[in-house]
């Protein structure tokens, strides 16, 4: 189980489309569970996504199903790699398509204590097609101080459409400095990000709280905030 949440104190202020939610001094979270069906297969249901804004009040925006395959017992690999899927609903407030999908290749490396992570990650609406396919890349370099603390940059971007990226100033990139830490009962995940174009937020903090529910481990994906 892992409850995602991120707030914008300093954001855009203006929606991304007519009646969307506004970035600035907005809430968004979700709680995700998350299910190891095989060593190789992951199951997962993110249930209810939902938002408290300033201007809306609290909101529900939808909710998502996904499925990742892995290479079994990531962690004990040099070199992994992994596919994950996502099918969304979404409210009208927080998507003006109803049905979405995102298809993340990921890729990554330990070597000790280094981990980096790659995610070209590939959005698209069910009524757009391949065509629509959107470019939304993560990538995460983690220092492992010890097997309790970490300490990482990570890079999350919208280059828009492949087929149409927009101009680089109107492009989203934000650049997080973030900690993991391995406390009792949870693991612990709380980055700021700053945005370095004018299509990004300025400054986004994000708290993860992950609670595992059996005795195994599983290499988690980099995962963008929900926004």
Excluded: C
């Excluded at 927080?94 to 590939?122: F, Q």
């Excluded at 069910?126 to 890079?155: C, H, M, T």
Aim: charged fraction near 20%; glycine fraction near 8%; aromatic fraction near 16%.
């Amino acid at each position: 189980m892992t409850w995602h949440n991120n707030y914008t104190p300093v954001g855009l202020k203006t929606p991304g489309f007519p009646g969307g939610l506004i970035n600035n001094h907005n809430l968004n979270g979700v709680t995700e569970w998350a299910y190891g069906v095989t060593d190789w297969f992951e199951a997962g249901l993110y249930l209810p996504l939902y938002s408290l804004s300033g201007r809306r009040g609290p909101t529900i925006n939808g909710g998502k199903i996904r499925f990742l395959f892995a290479l079994p017992h990531a962690a004990e690999h040099r070199f992994f790699y992994a596919m994950n899927f996502e099918f969304s609903r979404n409210a009208k407030h927080w998507d003006p398509r109803t049905y979405t999908s995102e298809i993340r290749p990921i890729v990554g490396w330990h070597l000790k204590p280094w981990d980096i992570i790659i995610n070209p990650i590939m959005d698209n609406s069910w009524y757009g097609g391949f065509k629509s396919l959107q470019f939304v890349p993560a990538e995460r370099v983690a220092y492992n101080i010890n097997d309790k603390w970490a300490v990482a940059v990570e890079e999350y971007a919208d280059y828009g459409q492949f087929r149409d990226f927009v101009r680089p100033r109107e492009q989203f990139h934000q650049v997080w400095g973030v900690f993991d830490h391995d406390a009792k009962y949870f693991h612990i995940e709380a980055g700021v990000g700053i945005g370095v174009t004018a299509g990004s937020d300025r400054v986004t903090v994000k708290l993860m709280l992950s609670k595992d529910l059996n005795s195994k481990k599983f290499t988690q994906p980099l995962a963008k905030p929900p926004r």
